[in-house]
């Protein structure tokens, strides 16, 4: 389960991340120390999911296509910076991570990572499979590469927070406990990815044609509406009385044409509602500061007036009870 490796020289260096990641091509950036390179891995593997601690001296690592077709799993890689600098280079965009900033690549396409000082971060690697997301949004997840997917004064402050008291608390529980803990995270980060998506969309939705067809207009209109409804439920998730009947009155629709407009989606009206209040439940639950605040508070906050029926909800959707998944991420 946990492997601490250390490199006192760059070729040791280069086995070391190929055996703790993927194969990777590396390369020194700039002149060694006077104490010549240094690297760490401490990783902690549970399964299909690893997270690891990375801390080294600058250099360079390359996914080539070369190495890519020479097989392997396709493993989604999150990478949040805690010192130093790194700049992530991958289908066209780069990024700059500096400390509190998170990135998203994928290990079944080239990338390139440079580090031109000393530097530490986190690596949270998966296979693409553990992001259960709806199609859609596993299908644009590649437009999220390379890209900022937060600070942490954001959304990246949330995953932050989490694996900090991940890596914290994995030392102290067995494999089983420590691949859920992980397992939690790589949920938390599919709230960031839709969260992520949604805003792109948002500020890239092209302008309507001047004279679309009658069913261009009808399906835009559809969408535009579809779109309210979801912000709607975001902007009065923590009211206890939101319901379809509700939403529906607000957008001037029937009930009945509320849950055609969701019929060719992957959820229904009632489901985002659920899963979304649970989301920031969940969310709630992780963060220290609301460390003290009573689980069924927790729960009515977000609309959840029943706390055995939160509690029920929270683990068929999680896996663990409300104050189980505190437990496990706040290590108390």
Request: aromatic share 6%.
């Amino acid at each position: 389960m946990h492997q601490h490796a250390l490199a006192p020289d760059f070729d040791s260096w280069s086995e070391v991340i190929s055996g703790s990641f993927v194969p990777l091509e590396t390369e020194t950036v700039g002149r060694p120390g006077p104490r010549g390179f240094r690297g760490s891995v401490d990783l902690y593997d549970l399964g299909d999911l690893a997270l690891s601690t990375v801390n080294a001296a600058p250099h360079t690592v390359q996914r080539t296509e070369r190495l890519i077709q020479a097989g392997g799993n396709s493993l989604y890689k999150l990478s949040l910076q805690l010192a130093g600098r790194g700049l992530l280079i991958q289908d066209g965009r780069e990024v700059v991570l500096e400390p509190g900033r998170m990135a998203l690549y994928d290990t079944s396409r080239p990338y390139t990572l440079t580090f031109d000082r000393s530097f530490s971060c986190y690596v949270l690697m998966f296979p693409h499979e553990q992001l259960e997301l709806p199609a859609d949004q596993m299908e644009q997840i590649g437009q999220l590469t390379a890209t900022d997917l937060g600070t942490l004064h954001g959304m990246g402050g949330m995953m932050g927070g989490y694996l900090d008291n991940a890596r914290r608390v994995l030392p102290g529980v067995d494999e089983t406990v420590g691949a859920r803990l992980v397992h939690h995270a790589v949920d938390l980060l599919g709230t960031v990815v839709t969260d992520s998506l949604g805003a792109r969309a948002e500020a890239a939705a092209p302008q309507l044609p001047s004279a679309p067809g009658p069913h261009a207009s009808r399906e835009a209109d559809r969408e535009r509406t579809r779109a309210d409804v979801v912000r709607y439920v975001e902007q009065h998730l923590a009211e206890p009385d939101l319901d379809p009947a509700r939403i529906a009155r607000a957008h001037f629709i029937s009930v009945r044409s509320l849950h055609q407009l969701f019929a060719t989606t992957e959820t229904t009206v009632g489901a985002l509602i659920r899963d979304r209040r649970l989301e920031r439940c969940r969310a709630e639950l992780a963060d220290p500061a609301h460390a003290q605040r009573p689980v069924a508070v927790v729960g009515s906050r977000w609309g959840f007036t029943d706390p055995a029926h939160f509690s029920r909800a929270f683990r068929d959707r999680f896996g663990d009870s409300p104050a189980r998944y505190r437990r496990l991420v706040l290590g108390s």
